[in-house]
C-alpha cells in the first residue's frame, strides 16, 4: 500500500479548509452560500476570506480591521480630546490621558461583549469579533482582556522616559501587522483574549 507524499497530504488538508462548511457568525447556524437561512444574514457582496478551520467562519481581511480601526479612531476622537482636557485642566496631563484611555476601554469592552461582538467602527467594516474557540459572542473578560492588552502598551507611552514612545510604537507595529503572517489573522490582544475577528 502506497502512502501518500508530503504533497498530496498539503492538498488534503488545504481542500478540507477550502470545503468545510460555513456558519453564520451573528446565529451559528449553516450558512447557505451567503445568506444565512435561520436569521437571515447575508455576507457584504465584496467579503472574501479564508474560512476558520476550528469555527467556520469566516475571517476578515487585515483591510477590513484596519477599517473598522479607523472608523472607531474617528468616532472616539472628539470625546477622547475633551474629555483628557478637562482632566488635565484639573489633575494634569498624565491624568487626563489615563482617563481619556479607560473612556475607550468602556466603549470598546461594553460594545465588544455585547451579542453583537461590534464597535461602530466594526459595524461600519460588517465584522465582528468572536471567541477563537467556539466562535460564540466573547465574554466580558475576554473583552476587557482584549481592551487592557492595547491599553498596557499605550500607557507605556505617558512614562517620562523619551524612548518609551518608541517602545510603544514598535509594540503597535508588531501587533497589528501580526494579523498578515497569521494563519487565523490574529493580532496579538487577539491571541492574548483568545478572539478572532469574522464577517459580520
Known amino acids: 500500500?502506497?502512502?501518500?507524499?508530503?504533497?498530496e497530504m498539503l492538498l488534503g488538508q488545504c481542500a478540507t479548509k477550502q470545503d468545510r462548511e460555513m456558519y453564520c457568525s451573528n446565529c451559528g447556524s449553516e450558512m447557505n452560500g451567503s445568506n444565512c437561512p435561520v436569521c437571515g444574514r447575508t455576507l457584504p457582496a465584496n467579503a472574501h476570506g479564508h474560512i476558520?478551520?476550528?469555527?467556520?467562519?469566516m475571517l476578515a481581511g487585515w483591510w477590513r480591521r484596519v477599517g473598522a480601526t479607523f472608523a472607531?479612531?474617528?468616532?472616539?476622537?472628539?470625546p477622547t480630546l475633551v474629555v483628557a482636557s478637562?482632566?488635565?485642566?484639573?489633575?494634569?496631563?498624565?491624568?487626563?490621558?489615563?482617563?481619556?484611555?479607560?473612556?475607550?476601554?468602556i466603549y470598546m469592552v461594553k460594545l465588544l461583549s455585547g451579542a453583537r461582538g461590534q464597535t461602530i467602527g466594526n459595524r461600519v467594516a460588517a465584522?465582528?469579533?468572536?471567541?477563537?474557540?467556539?466562535?460564540?459572542?466573547?465574554?466580558?473578560?475576554?473583552?476587557f482582556?482584549?481592551?487592557?492588552?492595547?491599553?498596557?502598551y499605550s500607557a507605556i507611552e505617558l512614562a517620562a522616559n523619551p524612548a518609551s514612545i518608541y517602545?510603544?510604537?514598535?509594540?503597535?507595529?508588531?501587533?497589528?501587522?501580526?494579523?498578515?503572517?497569521?494563519?487565523?489573522?490574529?493580532?496579538?490582544?487577539?491571541?492574548f483574549a483568545g478572539t478572532?475577528?469574522?464577517?459580520?
Not at 500500500?1 to 504533497?7: D, G, I, Q, Y
Open 196 to 200: 478572532i475577528v469574522v464577517m459580520a
Open 1 to 7: 500500500m502506497k502512502l501518500p507524499s508530503r504533497h
Open 145 to 152: 482582556k482584549r481592551w487592557g492588552f492595547i491599553a498596557i
Open 52 to 57: 476558520d478551520t476550528t469555527t467556520g467562519l
Open 72 to 78: 472607531d479612531d474617528l468616532i472616539l476622537i472628539i
Open 127 to 143: 465584522t465582528r469579533v468572536r471567541d477563537a474557540g467556539n466562535g460564540q459572542a466573547i465574554t466580558l473578560l475576554q473583552a
Open 86 to 105: 478637562i482632566f488635565a485642566q484639573l489633575d494634569g496631563n498624565i491624568v487626563g490621558a489615563l482617563v481619556a484611555l479607560v473612556l475607550e476601554g
Open 167 to 191: 517602545i510603544v510604537a514598535l509594540i503597535a507595529l508588531i501587533d497589528n501587522l501580526y494579523p498578515l503572517y497569521d494563519s487565523r489573522n490574529q493580532t496579538l490582544h487577539d491571541k
